[in-house]
């Protein structure tokens, strides 16, 4: 969901330089400033991870490929999509997309222990890191997805979203078929590691949830306060936060010693915490404000009435 949104944002930041008229290379170089961005958030992510582990954890956890790096280098790759038009970028990246899925058996192949074992965990797929292939294709897929976004007016949307629900539902079941047919065009596979048909199924789930959060949206929760949309505000801050807090060492004294029952009640109570913490970081502004103005109210209190 992560990269299939960063695709979608990208989409949306290329078409709006586009319009803006700015010229092919400096959309490239925006594009690229973004990567940047995501590296440098990579970077910190990791070195906060470090310094709250240490001393009892590696130096080369600094360089861990996490979900983080792959987006920086999803992005950089596809930064020169932005020279496209929109129409054109829709189609392109739906192709790009397909090869990296369908290159990811090919890149498992050849005998990669020669590689630098972090250049290998950028590139090659594997159950521990976030590598290019095939992970960077739902970049490409968002980067479609989020073209034709930018293409449709404003009463095709509701129908846009049908097409996408349907072809989720096609996705889902033309991969499940395709996966269990009992010969391939690969020598060699893993369903859970290279397969393109897994990548097939995930972007249909993909655009079912993204159909049905638009239609939860528009015809549901309307302007209405939603715990869904304000996670979507602060999606970065609750990921870093829970991911201290579940694999560090703050709850160590839990880890593997809950029931079942326990566990759910514990699950339940940490949503309930991170929506707390998006609230924070989204009416903090307000928040402050109100104190401003209560500070004032109190140490300059107003003249009675007859005063």
């Known amino acids: ?59 080369t956890d600094l360089l ?16 020169p ?8 970028r829709a189609r392109l990246c739906a192709v790009l997309g397909l090869v990296i899925a369908g290159a990811a058996r090919l890149v498992s192949r050849p005998d990669l222990s020669g590689v630098h074992p972090m250049i290998r965990a950028y590139i090659a797929p594997d159950f521990f890191y976030f590598g290019f292939f095939p992970w960077a294709s739902f970049v490409a897929f968002g980067m479609s997805a989020g073209s034709i976004l930018r293409l449709a007016r404003p009463d095709q949307v509701e129908r846009l979203m049908e ?24 020598p060699s ?21 993204l159909a049905f959060s638009f239609l939860w949206t528009q015809h549901v ?16 801050l609750v990921y870093w936060v829970h991911i201290e807090l579940m694999y560090g060492r703050w709850l160590w004294f839990w880890k593997e010693n809950l029931t079942i029952a326990q566990t759910a009640a514990v699950a339940a109570g940490f949503i309930l915490l991170m929506l707390a913490l998006s609230v924070i970081r989204t009416q ?13 109210h109190l140490l300059h209190p107003r003249r009675a009435f007859g005063d």
């Open 221 to 236: 929760v309307r302007e209405r306060w939603s715990w869904v949309r304000q996670f979507g505000l602060t999606s970065l």
């Open 189 to 209: 596979s893993d369903f859970w590691l290279n397969s393109p048909w897994l990548i097939i199924i995930k972007l249909g789930v993909l655009l079912l949830i």
């Open 64 to 79: 861990k490929v996490d979900i983080l790096n792959a987006m920086g280098l999803a992005v950089a790759v596809m930064s």
């Open 284 to 296: 903090w502004k307000n928040w402050r404000l109100l104190g401003f103005w209560l500070n004032w």
């Open 81 to 88: 999509m932005a020279v496209f038009r929109t129409a054109e």
């Open 1 to 59: 969901m992560f990269l299939f949104l960063v695709g979608v944002t990208l989409a949306f930041l290329m078409d709006s330089r586009e319009r803006k008229g700015l010229a092919p290379g400096a959309r490239v170089l925006v594009s690229l400033k973004r990567a940047g961005y995501l590296f440098g958030i990579a970077l910190l992510f990791r070195l906060q991870l470090w310094l709250f582990g240490w001393p009892y954890s590696p130096w």
């Open 163 to 186: 097409w996408a629900a349907l072809l989720g539902f096609t996705l889902i079941l033309a991969g499940q078929y395709f996966a269990n047919i009992p010969y391939s065009v690969y």
